[in-house]
């Protein structure tokens, strides 16, 4: 049975063909996300996606807008003006996905490196083979895209056939990493040079771990912050609107204190701690 994507690229891959050269960007991203697409097969998608959507749009808004009365015309113009909002934010969430998956991934990689470094520095003390080091680091899983990353490597040299420069500088150009790049690069550089690997990955751990240790001690500074504010502002301020509320509505009884005191308890304090909690995770050195 044939999929979605094997359908969208049977009926706009000619024409994904003639624009995807205005798309360059998007396939650098592509490849730096790791996505299982080519950049026609991705734009084929897109344009099948936004095309669907738009006339979904357009018959569902302008039955709605006939069903509440509005005049035909008018009702089918505010459909296409609205299908056309929604599938131009539907097309920018299609160009921007690849670089934000990218980034996602290079924050991944970068959270985990201090500890991806440190074993890589104790398996190449036993002399072993590129392939072999970046092989067994892809089996710890609990490094995430730096085991992916390690795999292809490892893949590159032992099923592909290439060289260990050539894998190392075949996943620099790709990895969205800055810092796994600059690893890379490095090892690369101690190869070609038969310098020591294990003391360089020794060097780079410890730049690694001081770095993340400077990060954890940052992380500390701003939590320390975020919670002064939200005790101060979010739980003392809602005490003392709710207290305030239960005055004004003593004195005024044309007020729907209750309401407004309801919503304020049960849906903005939620809110506003899920935000929070969300901000903290966010900007913490050990979320991945």
Known sequence: ??????????????FSKSIEKYFVDIKKDMQQANMPYTLREYLSMMIMTVAITFFAETVLLSFIFAVIEIPVISSMALALTLS?????????MFYTYPSALAKARSKNIEKVMPFATSYMSAISSGKVSIATLFKTVSQFKDYGDVAEESATIARNIELIGMSASASLVKQAEKTPSK??????????????SGGNLTFFLRNKNEEFMSNYRRAIRKYAQDLSVFIEIYLTLIVTGSIFFIVLSAVISTISSSLSITNIQFFVVFALLPVISIGFILLVKSISPTEG
């Open 1 to 14: 049975m044939i999929n979605y994507l094997e359908l969208s690229y049977q009926i706009f891959g000619d």
């Open 179 to 192: 810092k796994f790049k600059e690893l890379l690069w490095g090892m690369n550089a101690i190869i070609a």
């Open 84 to 92: 056309f909002v929604i599938t131009g934010i539907l097309t920018l």
